[in-house]
């Protein structure tokens, strides 16, 4: 389902399309008045992933992280899990109902097209519902009193406020001039019992890691992402893999579980 978006002065208002195939995909955003574009319901909705391979350690790590600090970084390349093991995480710390989940995308490089995506994530259930006002969509940096007026109302919906919130991808918005402030005015202002996961291919810039430092960012990297040395070892034997990739594995420092999938794939359709 596609949520249609028609944007003035006042107010963004959200509608529901009944026949998406009418709508052109577009996502080309003009910030003119009558401005219109599209939400795709695809990038706020938890990812559902089938024949997944539990990894208890790792979910058990972000569940200590989570205990100890209000925002959670996953960093590591491409086929590390990271989504999948967010996914996973949310089902047992979170009521799904009390999920936001956004994947951004470069299209989200401005503040407008991110800022109505954010919000749309925090009700995407809702139909025909006025989205809130941002002090001025038009600017590429909102300043940092906008946007504690654009999140405070978030927090407070009827509903209940999030549990958890996870930005997946997060590394296509590094560079936007606002991305900075954003993010540490969220973690900020984020309830005593809601959580924050940044999945990213690379550490954040300077601002935000360093509010390691604060005690308010735990970064599990590519290296702890990493399967062991015997949890690739035994993955492989439980899917029957030959030995000849166990001990092909077992010589790598740094194991993807992709990589690991991708063997075990191209023995079962031998």
């Known amino acids: 389902m596609m949520h249609f978006l028609d944007s003035d002065r006042d107010h963004l208002e959200l ?39 539990s990894r208890p350690r790792l979910l058990s790590l972000i569940g200590k992280t989570a205990s100890m600090f209000p925002a959670i970084a996953l960093i590591g390349r491409t086929g590390t899990g990271k989504t999948v093991l967010a996914a ?4 047992t710390y979170s009521n799904p109902e009390r999920t936001v989940w956004l994947t951004v995308g470069p299209t989200e490089s401005g503040w407008p097209m991110f800022s109505a ?9 809702c139909q025909y519902k006025p989205l809130l006002h941002t002090a001025n ?12 007026n654009f999140l405070l109302p978030l927090f407070y919906e009827p509903a ?11 590394h296509y918005i590094f560079d936007a001039p ?18 924050l996961m940044l999945l990213s291919r690379s550490k954040p810039p300077g601002p ?25 070892a035994e993955l492989l034997k439980r899917f ?16 993807r579980i992709a990589r690991v999938i991708g063997i075990i794939n191209a023995f079962i359709t031998q």
């Open 117 to 125: 995506y954010f919000q749309a994530a925090f009700s995407p259930a």
């Open 137 to 148: 969509r038009r600017c590429t940096a909102p300043k940092q009193d906008e946007i504690e």
């Open 15 to 53: 509608e529901v399309t009944a026949n998406p195939a009418t709508i052109s995909e577009n996502l080309s955003l003009s910030v003119s008045p009558d401005a219109k574009f599209h939400i795709f319901d695809d990038k706020i909705t938890i990812p559902k992933h089938q024949n997944v391979i």
């Open 160 to 170: 209940g406020s999030p549990q958890l919130i996870v930005l997946d991808d997060l």
């Open 178 to 195: 606002w991305f900075c402030d954003f993010l540490t005015i969220l973690i900020a202002m984020l309830p005593d019992d809601c959580r």
């Open 208 to 232: 935000v890691w360093r509010l390691r430092s604060k005690q308010l960012l735990g970064v599990i990297d590519e290296k702890r992402l990493s399967l062991s040395r015997l949890e690739a």
């Open 88 to 91: 996973e995480f949310a089902k």
């Open 240 to 255: 029957g893999s030959p030995d000849s990739a166990s001990n092909s594995i077992s010589r790598c420092e740094s194991i």
